[in-house]
């Protein structure tokens, strides 16, 4: 080894944001990587970084910037050497990573299904029409919109605390959170029931933690191959690729799912108009080696299938 370990005097420093859910998240990393050493847990800090995104919950995502307002700063002080390593959920990463940094780390991924939540209702065929529901997920209200247009959506920005107080002030009559965050928070008190992917297909790379590094620190790169999950790392190939090739963000109604058996991968997708009076999908399976070509020509396909015409938001 040609490097020093991180120790309680010279600490590796773990970037994330400040919300309950991304704390929750560091701290896995940090745990698993003072696992994996044999380190104490000092020997990692945390360090908390506000993006953009955190600090503007009055407007829609779009009308500010969409996926990296989550990442800019973060990537930023990395890039100057005032963290070593970053902890992202990969729902929110842009495709490309800026020069000088590199995403390839993940952590076993956790439940990808979507919930409903509500403390009234157990699903949405409970609601009656013009229930207001609330979810700032552009995929979310346009998969609503398709299967209930007889519902009303609002817009509903914040983090998960935020998000639930939200719903017990009345502002909305129901929301969606991810399953993922949910458990990771061990939240069981919150009333939700589980979507089946079959019903409402997730966000690319939904339920998944991602680590990014300086793509030339070595020590780094050693110290999270050791804790990198192939198997989650393969299905984001996959599903990555797709949202690459459509050009996606966050704020795009863009969905997709990898999933493996054996030595196969099946890989779904699906685009929507945003105002859900239109969806259009692909269901594949190929070698698990060739699921980023996969993940490519379903989106060329669904390009093709669509016209440009379809895809006039992305303007």
């Known amino acids: 080894m040609s490097y020093e370990l991180p120790s309680p005097a010279k600490p590796l420093n773990i970037g994330t944001r400040g919300s309950p859910l991304a704390l929750a998240q560091a701290y896995e990393t940090r745990e ?6 044999d380190l104490p847990l000092e020997a990692f800090a945390i360090v908390v970084i506000k993006t953009t995104g955190d600090k503007i919950i009055d407007r829609p995502l779009k009308e500010i910037g969409g996926k990296g307002l989550f990442t800019r700063e973060i990537e930023d002080d990395m890039l100057f050497g005032k963290i070593d390593i970053a902890v992202h959920s990969m729902k929110d990463m842009p495709t490309v990573q800026p020069d000088g940094l590199l995403l390839d780390t993940y952590l076993t991924r956790e439940d990808v299904r979507d919930a409903f939540i509500s403390p ?16 700032s997920s552009l995929r979310r209200k346009a998969q609503l919109k398709l299967r209930r247009p007889d519902l ?23 929301t969606f959170l991810a399953m993922a965050g949910l458990n990771r928070l061990k939240m069981d008190e919150v009333p939700k029931s589980a979507i089946e992917v079959e019903d409402m297909l997730p966000a690319i790379a939904q339920g998944a933690i991602g680590i990014e590094r300086r793509a030339d620190d070595m020590r780094a790169a050693d110290m999270l191959a050791a804790i990198h ?34 030595n196969t991968m099946r890989l779904r997708g699906e685009v929507l108009r945003p105002d859900g ?26 390009l093709s299938q669509a016209g440009p015409a379809f895809f006039d938001w992305r303007q």
Do not use: W, Y
């Open 32 to 37: 698993r990587l003072s696992k994996a050493f």
């Open 120 to 135: 009234r209702a157990s699903g949405l065929a409970d609601l009656a029409a013009g229930t207001v529901v609330g979810t």
């Open 152 to 174: 009303e959506v609002v817009e509903f920005r914040g983090n998960l605390q935020t998000r639930l107080k939200k719903l017990n002030d009345g502002v909305a009559e129901a």
């Open 229 to 262: 999950d192939g198997p989650t790392g393969q299905r984001l190939a996959a599903e990555r690729s797709f949202l690459a090739k459509l050009d996606g963000s966050c704020e795009t109604p863009i969905a997709g799912l990898s999933e493996l058996d054996g």
């Open 277 to 302: 009076s239109e969806a259009i999908g692909d269901d594949v399976t190929c070698a698990i080696e060739d699921g980023a070509a996969a993940g490519r020509a379903m989106a060329e396909k669904l």
